[in-house]
């Protein structure tokens, strides 16, 4: 059910987009074949009509017609044996007469006297111009191509795609000059018209930059103004268009350059307006920016709008350079949204598009100069050494830029990456550092509380927490950082215990997820997790089982996680994961359950090493057996659990006053060994002392609830003599003369220490 909805707009927008793509194509054809028809036509003259007939105003040097002979001031009188004497039946002449190098014969008035011409029509195509139309349609088309991957997340996106898609339509379509009246009528409707949708349009795409306008977020439907506003100014110049040419006398005043005055100047006045606005009442530097390089943008654009439209002298300006500042006020545009979208994070772009296409860029650039660098150096080679060993020095320099291709490129990268992405770059080090410190934490509970607490600074958090399952116990251990207190922490492990709805999606999911993007699974799970303050989740994955979450809540600076931090968050997961599973079956088999001491076999191994170590050095060493008084009563009168209790107290008071290089274990059931490198006996002996004071010390509540009781130990303890044994006869000797301590100590009448050599 709910996927049908979901694909038909998926396959709706791929429809349109290739549907723009080659309408874009087409009309970029037709327009190569308009300009190149038009370029084969061309004479180079400027005429217009009076009452004798049509007058040459002006010639175009170097043009056909100046070759002709033909000189301003003159007056044509017939071409191919036609005589004609308005423009119109010029017009008809050079539509039929239109293959390309055809000679065109005629006669011209010149000082009272007649004079033959001869004519060859046709200039050089205006590649130029034509680059430059490809170029403006290819930024607006790329612009769009990268908008439309965010439209279904951001209405910003979506505005900016349509909007830009129709620019390029606009600006792919052709200029008209050897098109029928009625295509470039249709042109013109067409170009008037879409003017009215993108005032609309731009209208409501700076009213979302950075944010919605505060009116807009208050009544949203006000947003219906900009269209009727829009589409009003488009039905306008159309009327004022076709009133024009088709209904008011040749002599009437200029309606349609009024109109589009109008029209324009309200529209680039109002969008900078807004824009400005917005960029003024930015909430963050962020946003400020991109408000203000979208604005950057658009002012050139507003500016020209304005001047071209207000001030009389424009008109007098050449035409070919008026065409050349459009062309770069036009290219400017999408050019800083480009910029605000990469460099101040306009849309939330992946970080593999956003860092291709810059790649991609700057690759091309490199690689155009070098070849250009080539071309022109060619030549000059050619000029120095002859054309053999020019051809010989160009090849060794395209292979050297072959051979060089790929560290270049990774040297660019690095450029890139340290100018254009440093938040990205900073991150993406602490991350791997904090993984790095992770994966040498020798303990799971350190490590799970340091993963809590390092991602949550590494991001600036508010909080963050690691629920991780815990199978030993069949339930779950949580450790969190500072920031969040005990019923959101409770109600955070309950929301995403292993059996939890929002676990399953996750499980499912297999990547990082804001809780934003849950809703889509769960809405129930989600608004919870969102009433604690959570933002995103982050599954941790072992192999194929996932082995907890990361919980991440919101940013100290309020903003929305990025895309980048995200797919960064889980390259991350994976290493912490397998750091966090890593220490967790080394932890299962090194330490014991109940106890949390050192399995019997590896404080024995324990025992050994050091042995090896202490004949090896000279050094002493030091063992001592620990064994529980009247055990057996205790469980007797009060439960195996509560004898376990006392195991597992017991064991974390001697854990803690041992140092970091003493090896304890748990030898037996209610028996302990402890292994003292570098311990002389009187050390030894005074750290039983202490242990068994401490241990001595503790009371235990009874369960029947009678009060209390306390519990004592015996120790025996032996120290080696150093350097005399063969190691495993030393570890041997050690561990019986122990024992043997710990059972005088027992017949001595317990809660001692008996100490054999
Ligand atoms: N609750 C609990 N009891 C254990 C565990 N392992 C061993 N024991 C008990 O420890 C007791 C050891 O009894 P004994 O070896 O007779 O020694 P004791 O009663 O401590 O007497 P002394 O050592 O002579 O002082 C037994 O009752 C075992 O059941 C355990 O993991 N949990």
């Known amino acids: 059910m709910s996927t049908a909805p979901q694909a038909a707009p998926r396959s709706g927008g791929l429809l349109g987009s290739a549907a723009v793509v080659v309408l874009v194509a087409l009309l970029l054809a037709w327009s190569v074949v308009d300009e190149w028809r038009f370029a084969s036509q061309r004479i180079g003259v400027l005429i217009s009509q009076d009452e004798q007939g049509v007058l040459i105003e002006d010639v175009e040097p170097d043009s056909p017609a100046e070759r002709a002979g033909l000189q301003s001031g003159d007056r044509v009188i017939s071409l191919e044996g036609r005589a004609f004497s308005t423009l119109e039946e010029l017009d008809e002449l050079f539509d039929r007469h239109q293959q390309p190098g055809g000679v065109l014969r005629g006669e011209v008035a010149r000082d009272g006297r007649t004079l033959p011409i001869e004519l060859e029509p046709g200039v050089p195509i205006d590649l130029a111009g034509l680059l430059a139309k490809f170029v403006l349609v290819a930024a607006y088309l790329g612009l769009a191509a990268l908008a439309s991957r965010y439209r279904r997340q951001d209405p910003r996106a979506r505005i900016l795609t349509l909007f830009v898609a129709l620019v390029a339509v606009e600006l792919a379509l052709p200029a008209g000059y050897t098109l029928g009246e009625l295509a470039v009528t249709g042109t013109l409707l067409f170009w008037l018209l879409s003017t009215g949708v993108q005032f609309a349009m731009e209208l409501h795409l700076v009213s979302l930059i950075p944010k919605r306008l505060p009116l807009l977020q208050k009544r949203p439907r006000l947003v219906w103004v900009y269209y009727v506003i829009g589409f009003g100014s488009g039905f306008l110049l159309a009327s004022a268009a076709v009133y024009q040419w088709y209904l008011a006398p040749p002599d009437g005043p200029p309606l349609l350059m009024w109109t589009e005055t109008a029209v324009l100047v309200s529209w680039a006045v109002s969008v900078a307006g807004i824009l ?26 507003a500016v020209y709008i304005v001047v071209s439209s207000v001030w009389p002298g424009w008109s007098r300006i050449d035409p070919a350079l008026a065409e050349h500042i459009e062309n770069v006020i036009l290219l400017i545009f999408p050019a800083t949204v480009f910029l605000a979208i990469f460099r101040y994070g306009l849309f939330d772009v992946e970080s593999l598009v956003r860092r291709g296409l810059v790649y991609g860029a700057v690759a091309l650039l490199v690689i155009i100069l070098l070849y250009t660098l080539l071309t022109t150096a060619l030549p000059l080679f050619e000029q120095a050494f002859g054309l053999r060993t020019s051809q010989w020095i160009v090849t060794a320099c395209a292979l050297i ?42 303990r799971l509970e350190t490590l799970v509380q340091q993963l809590a607490d390092e991602s949550r600074q590494a991001l600036d958090l508010s909080w963050s927490a ?11 251990t949580t450790a969190f950082s500072r920031g969040i ?10 929301l995403l215990h292993e059996r939890s709805r929002a676990f399953g999606h996750l499980e499912r999911l297999r990547r990082p997820v804001t809780v934003n993007r849950l809703r889509r699974q769960d809405e129930q799970s989600a608004e919870e997790l969102a009433a604690i303050g959570a933002e995103v989740l982050v599954p941790l994955y072992f192999q194929r089982r ?28 994976h290493q912490v994961a397998t750091s966090l599973e890593n220490l967790r079956l080394f932890q299962d088999a090194t330490y014991e359950e109940l106890t949390g001491l050192l399995r019997r076999e590896v404080v024995l191994r324990q025992l050994d090493t050091e042995a090896a170590r202490a004949v090896r050095r000279g050094t002493p060493l030091s063992v001592c057996m620990i064994d529980l008084d009247h055990f057996k009563s205790v469980n007797d009168a009060h439960g195996h659990l509560f004898g376990d209790r006392i195991l597992s107290r017991v064991a974390g008071v001697m854990r803690e006053r041992v140092r970091a290089v003493d090896a304890i274990g748990r030898y037996g059931g209610e028996e302990f060994l402890l292994v003292l490198p570098e311990t002389d006996d009187e050390g030894a002996r005074r750290l039983a002392e202490e242990l068994r004071q401490a241990v001595a010390d503790l009371a235990f509540e009874k369960p029947d609830g009678s009060g209390t009781l306390g519990v004592t130990i015996s120790i025996g303890t032996t120290t080696s003599a150093s350097g005399k044994d063969a190691p495993e006869r030393l570890a041997a000797r050690l561990l019986q003369r122990a024992d043997e301590a710990v059972y005088r100590a027992k017949s001595g009448g317990r809660n001692r220490i008996i100490a054999l050599p």
């Open 466 to 476: 690691v629920v991780a399952v815990d199978e030993a116990q069949d339930g779950l």
């Open 401 to 442: 830029i072959g051979i060089l291709f790929r560290p270049l490129r990774r040297g660019i990268e690095r450029l890139v990456e340290r100018g254009l992405f440093p938040k990205r770059r900073a991150l993406r080090h602490r991350l791997i550092q904090v993984a790095r410190a992770l994966s040498t934490q020798g």
């Open 276 to 301: 400005a606005w917005q960029a003024w009442r930015a909430e963050s530097a962020r946003e400020t920016n991109q408000a203000l390089m979208v604005l950057a943008g658009l002012l050139p654009w």
């Open 485 to 494: 207190e005990a019923d959101r922490r409770e109600r955070l492990t309950s």
């Open 546 to 573: 996932m082995i907890g979450t990361l919980c991440l809540g919101r940013k100290h600076n309020g903003e929305l996680f990025r895309r980048e931090e995200i797919e960064l968050l889980d390259l991350f997961s």
